[in-house]
């Protein structure tokens, strides 16, 4: 049955359960959906005025709660409200009205109350729980109308909720200077301030996947297309993508066999003790700041290898080869030797530069068809002068 009817059919139904009254239209009816319950016998679930309602159609059941509320329960474990009286009978207690030549019965369904993220997930099972709560804290959702921002909000599961999401911003436009492409694979210059790649589905700022997706057919279902290494959001250089899922595969072996060489050029306040030596310490995440990194006794082995190239007894510029590829490796190390990247709002001072003074300069490794391949990135000018 098309939906305006039903809604016309749920109207008259709660007018004869004196629920909804002449002043009501089919527009105020919320939603409804029918179901079958077993043969010959209809159900109408019918949101109307902020609650639920359940209307039984059927010339066979008894006009008794107990067997009519086991029909219910039987696909709906748990229900828990009460069957409304028929209110054309004053001296006997029924519930059936007759309408349209049937039986029917109306049952008012008894809301339960749980976190707001809790039945947003029940909703909207394609979302992660994370990402709910994500979407609640940004102010996405409205309960009845009203914006609600905290995840722990206790709402009836019979509640209006409406989840709206703005609209992605248009990145079309949006480009990075590429350094070399082929059927393989593609380089970009990534400049300071581009994130990699998406870190969940709140981000909508242009990222370098987003501009891979335009060349590739690497996971282009995912916020990752063409992605098989990262820099961080504040480092520029020499980035990789994958065009294809086979050049996808050799450039992540490559990386996680440490088989890429990758060079390295910052700025660092102060003055190494050493002009060359080789940073050899673990690394682990910061239990009291997850999302920074710490040196570590117990953490994974982390290898930095560095030379300075100037110095203006402040500022040095140095060259930085690590030998693993641990988050934030370069920037802790240079941390842990006392001369912090410039720029280094987590690990160092944001006031001692413009940016975080770091840039991947040049990365070598083996391309599709065996051939080794160094692609460069020109370091920043700022840097040289910074060490004037």
Known sequence: ??????????????????????????????????????????????????AVYLAIIDNTID????????????????????????????????????????????????????????????????????????????????VAGETVTKASTDVSDMATIALTLPEKQDTSGDTLPILYIDDNVIV?????????????VMNDEFTVADFFRRYTTFGITTNRPGIVHRLDRDTSGVIIGAR????????????????????????????????????????????????????DPKGKPALTS??????????????????????????????YIHTPIAGDRVYGSAQSAPRLCLHAHSLELTLPGSHRHTFTAPVPSLFEEMVQ
């Open 188 to 200: 970009v210059n990534k400049p300071a301030g581009v994130l990699t790649h998406s870190k969940g």
């Open 1 to 50: 049955m098309a939906t305006k009817n039903l809604k016309r059919e749920a109207l008259a139904i709660l007018r004869d359960f004196e629920v909804a009254g002449e002043v009501h239209t089919s527009a105020d009816i919320e939603s409804v959906k029918e179901t079958s319950l077993r043969a010959a016998t209809r159900q109408l679930t019918i949101q109307f005025d902020n």
């Open 306 to 335: 560095y030379e300075v190239m100037s110095s203006n007894g402040k500022q040095t510029l140095v060259e930085l080869r690590p030998k693993t590829g641990r988050t934030h490796q370069l920037r802790v190390h240079m941390q």
């Open 63 to 142: 006009d008794d709660t107990v067997p009519l509320q086991e029909i219910l329960s039987s696909g709906r474990p748990g229900l828990k409200g009460r069957f409304l009286r028929n209110p054309r009978e004053n001296d006997f207690i029924t519930f059936g009205i007759r309408h349209k030549f049937r039986d029917t019965y109306l049952f008012q369904v008894e809301p339960t109350f749980v976190r707001l993220d809790k039945e947003l997930a029940a909703r909207y099972p394609d979302l992660s729980r994370s990402t709910i709560q994500k979407y609640i804290k940004a102010g996405y959702v409205q």
């Open 244 to 295: 294809t899922d086979e050049a996808a595969a050799l450039l992540k072996k490559q990386f996680a066999d440490r088989t890429v060489k990758k060079h390295y050029t910052a700025v660092v306040d102060g003055v190494p003790k050493l002009e060359k030596a080789i940073i050899d310490v673990p690394i682990a995440r910061n239990p009291s700041a997850p999302s920074t990194f710490r040196v």
